[in-house]
């Protein structure tokens, strides 16, 4: 039996419960699972016999709260140490100032010899070190493949699938709002328009500034650094440049020599940016839309290309499955 | 330790072997890995302890022979039972008519107990099932990665990135010298001259009838049905158009409307095709030139896109090398 606790009840959070809730099935191939404890913001529910998955998703749809009981001003440790688990699945907001509290919370369950699994990148691109050598000094798995490209399977890729080669670089489009804001001023629009419509279909916040300035994009290349690459980076090591000074003439050049300009992250043993790049019609990173995608450059087996939903409620909480399954299969 | 034979000594053969000895500090880290015989159509090399890999390698270029013991006439199965091996590494040339030696030895493998790893599209397209069912009963590992899109990891994907999801359906690029005609034919260029380039580049048979007609993708096609969807099919059940109909009228109407031509194998639990589809620029199966690329639209992930070399010596060496890797992984 694995026992599950999930920290930060957004979007992503209830993501998670529904599919664990509607993935039963497939779940139960690899053994029991169970839901011991959820908090949000202000409330939280602990049950070591398991909290009723639909009631607690009712709950916040109705009050905006995911428990019965008061967090008072009580941290997320207090809280994690009321509750059974085993695994803690971390999805409380990215802070990428100081990690927030999903660092403090993170770092808690490793102490205690738990596994993590998180989205949250701010943890993972201030202190990706520290929370590796603490996942390993306790025996603690600790998985994270959503927290880069959403849906896009970019880390499992990269240590699976590809397993044996020597990965030379990683070039990606890592923010699907600045990937949608270049597709539509390929089209002619300008980039104030597009950000508006990109803010108007909700793939871009009320205040754009991470996307746009390319610092969403800059975390998950330092995660990538981190995680495939072995280096010991955080997103202050990043150099950066991010759209909003791309202009239609820009474009429209780029254009005219069957190019468009995408906002690429890339990485390798030696580089670490964020930058606007010219990119050819019908490359692979030349693709159109909110989808991000990856080009792992190997030794042997050449470029290898993946993409997918960057983010949204089940692409995210899908990543988190895949993780969960992994970490259920390992412990068996 | 693991014993390995490798039958077919062409291209890929010779690339794995290449890529064994090149990788030997990788491969060391999951168990101590050993080649214990070789054979090529007319001779074949055999030694408990090891063969000389770069002996056979040069023996090879230089006399077009493996091994210096002649097969005269003996079969492949033969040639096997003198050796000690527990995984057989299958690289003769795809017979899509009747499986060849290739089928003959995987099942005299699978009958033995040995682990088998295959590239060879024939077996797999024709008797799918009856090779699974042989090595579930002789609790043997089978494994393909490259049969399908070369160092394009779409089997690998579908199995443990995507694990949990429901997979809905697979839409891919499975052939890259049809990718790269039509690519060209977007320039304008007509279909002949583009084959005739595709030629002269070493992309296209001499006869490149498999490619052109589809047969080719329709075995990829066949395989993934098969692997990824469970079902039990040969390529007699794909229903196949070529490109080898497209006019230059085609082409520039599409582009006219802003979309490309492109042979699309499309699988699913109801569906089975090969056929020249509409594809709108900037979507990713609008991709240019060789590579292989594949949609798999998943319940909750969205579409997840991977992309890669279709073929080519180091490219299909390396998937053979992440399947090993598989393998003396689950042997340990």
Redesign the interface.
Same mark, same amino acid.
């Given at each position: 039996m694995m026992k599950a606790f999930i920290s930060g009840f957004g979007t992503v959070g209830q993501g998670v419960l529904e599919?664990i809730i509607?993935?039963g099935d497939?779940?139960s191939k690899y053994g029991d699972l169970t839901v011991t404890g959820v908090m949000d913001s202000k409330s939280y529910d602990v049950n070591d016999k398991g909290i009723c998955g639909l009631s607690v998703l009712g709950k916040k749809k109705n009050s905006g709260r995911c428990g019965d009981k008061d967090r008072n001003g009580m941290e997320g440790k207090d809280i994690l140490d009321m509750a059974d688990y085993d695994v803690l699945i971390e999805c409380t907001p990215t802070n990428i100032e100081d990690g927030g509290e999903g660092l403090k919370n993170i770092k808690h369950a490793l102490s205690k010899g738990k596994d993590v699994i998180t989205v949250n990148k701010g943890p993972l691109a201030l202190k990706f070190r520290e929370l590796s050598d603490l996942a390993a000094k306790n025996g603690c798995i600790m998985r994270y493949e959503g927290s880069v490209g959403g849906?896009?399977?970019i880390i499992?890729?990269c240590r699976? !699938?590809?397993? *044996?080669?020597k990965i030379k670089s990683i070039n990606g489009i890592f923010n699907g709002t600045c990937n949608f804001i270049l597709?539509r001023m390929?089209s002619g629009m300008p980039f104030q328009q597009a950000l508006k419509e990109a803010q108007q279909l909700g793939y871009a916040e009320t205040d754009p500034t991470y996307d746009i300035k390319g610092i969403d994009s800059a975390c998950k290349v330092a995660i990538l650094a981190n995680a495939v690459f072995g280096r010991n980076v955080t997103i202050k090591d990043v150099s950066i440049i991010g759209i909003d000074t791309i202009t239609q003439e820009a474009i429209a050049l780029a254009a005219e020599n069957n190019m468009v300009i995408r906002l690429i992250g890339e990485v390798s043993e030696t580089r670490l940016n964020v930058s606007p790049r010219l990119i050819p019609?019908?490359?692979?990173l !030349?693709?159109? *839309?909110t989808?991000n995608?990856a080009v792992v450059e190997?030794d042997?087996?050449?470029?290898?290309?993946?993409?997918?939903?960057g983010a949204?409620r089940?692409?995210t909480?899908?990543?988190i499955?895949?993780d969960?399954?992994?970490v259920m299969k390992e412990r068996k």
């Open positions: 599919l509607m993935k497939v779940i849906a896009m399977p499992n890729l699976e !699938s590809l397993v *044996g080669q597709s390929d019609k019908g490359h692979p !030349s693709i159109t *839309g989808l995608t190997t042997f087996a050449g470029p290898v290309t993946v993409s997918g939903r949204g089940s692409e909480a899908s990543a499955l895949s969960l399954i992994a």
